[in-house]
């Protein structure tokens, strides 16, 4: 049976797959940087002497990493509308993926808070640096050192699974793959062309990252213990 | 709320569970199968098979499963290969757990401690006796932690068959919902019985992971 491909109907909407793309890039932007505020806080409350806020960060943990993104979005998006409150898709999204991945990144920050050797905390004590002091220059920055690799793969990974919010019609890049696909019947080249698109969007995201790690973490450190 | 939902109701979403346990198996299996053999091929000693491993495991590791799932349905029916929703997702899933899992288990295959290696070259064992009786089995050890942790990540994604109209817990939730128009009584339901599936694979994961780092081989 002869299969005829045509991209070309497909390749002359880039436009719209452009925009799509910078869509799933500032949806992952928002949560990454929103997430990451999130998971540290949550690390620090994880670890912290107070055993109610400890507890409640648990089991936002525990609830966010076992159950699908796919219910977490309905949820939210049905959620507040049942409230009366009403948002846009992409902001039902953005705070969907902004909850979810800062359930991961929460137990990726604690591993790395973790890591710090008490002796490290016992030194800072020493040289009377305040509780705040010591958390920010002895234990925060140097567990993202360590959780560095790990911390930007759940990154990546966050802005794959962003295509799930197309469910919603946020209009991101899988969005505008449904929607292109039901005006040119082309399903089989556009999603072709959005599954290499997504796979630049992760390479850039990856070179990006590596960027920053090498601008954010200039002495490469010997560490004794790998994560 | 939640006036007119009934036991009828339950029993469909049991049934929509099933199915995820189901496709979460087949894609456990299937998946499992084929990322062994993309681990073997990750740690050949041929290049040409090294490479192709690795470019198999970049381009799906860069693609959502949801994308796949598309492409698999809807694309595939669209150059004239209708195959069920089932087919769909089993293979989608296949597809995406062979990536992950064999990116795990090249991992576990490397972690095993070099000189033990040397030591099975220098008992003369061939390549395949020196994989099978040598390496894999405390690959194996070092593999079954993280393979369980993935297993969670498995359950979860089988809700992206809904999109294809696979009927399991998510699209049978959606049916629900449909009709009755409870969103936010019925995906609480979703949720809490993802939760009760995924829960205790991953307190299993971290019992594992905890018992295997108390018992660290001296090896090395």
Known sequence: ?227 | MGGALNINHLIFLGHGALWTIGLSLIALIGGGTVGFLIALCRVSPLRTVRLAAGTYVQLIQGTPLLVIMFLSFFGLAAIGFNISPLLAAGASMTIYVAAYLGEIWRGCIEAVPKPQWEAAEGLALSRTQRMVKVILPQAIRIATPPSVGFMVQIIKNTSLASVVGFVELARSGQIINNSLFEPFLIYSIIAVIYFALCYPVSRLSRRLELSASQKKPALA
């Open chain 1, 1 to 227: 049976m002869g299969i005829e491909l045509d991209f070309s109907v497909v390749l002359e909407r880039w436009h719209s797959l452009l925009d799509g793309a910078v869509l799933t890039l500032e949806l992952a932007a928002i949560a990454v940087v929103l997430g990451g505020i999130i998971g540290a806080l949550g690390a620090i409350g994880r670890r912290g002497s107070n055993a109610l806020i400890a507890r409640i960060c648990g089991i936002y943990v525990e609830g966010i990493r076992n159950t699908p993104l796919l219910v977490q979005i309905f949820l939210v998006y049905f959620g507040l509308a049942s409230l009366g409150l009403k948002f846009s898709a992409f902001t039902v999204a953005a705070v969907a993926l902004t909850i979810n991945v800062g359930a991961y990144t929460t137990e990726i920050m604690r591993a790395g808070f973790d890591s710090i050797h008490k002796g490290q905390i016992e030194a800072a004590e020493g040289l009377a640096l305040s509780k705040a002091q010591i958390y920010w220059h002895v234990v925060l920055w140097p567990a993202v050192e360590r959780v560095y690799p790990a911390l930007t793969s759940q990154f990546v990974l966050l802005m794959l699974a962003s295509s799930v919010t197309s469910q919603i019609s946020a209009e991101e890049l899988t969005a505008v793959a449904n929607y292109i696909q039901s005006e040119t019947y082309r399903s089989f080249e556009t999603y072709i062309v959005v599954a290499l698109i997504y796979i630049a969007l992760s390479l850039v995201m990856r070179l990006g990252f590596w960027v920053i790690g090498q601008l954010l973490f200039p002495r490469r450190r010997r560490l004794g213990t790998p994560l």
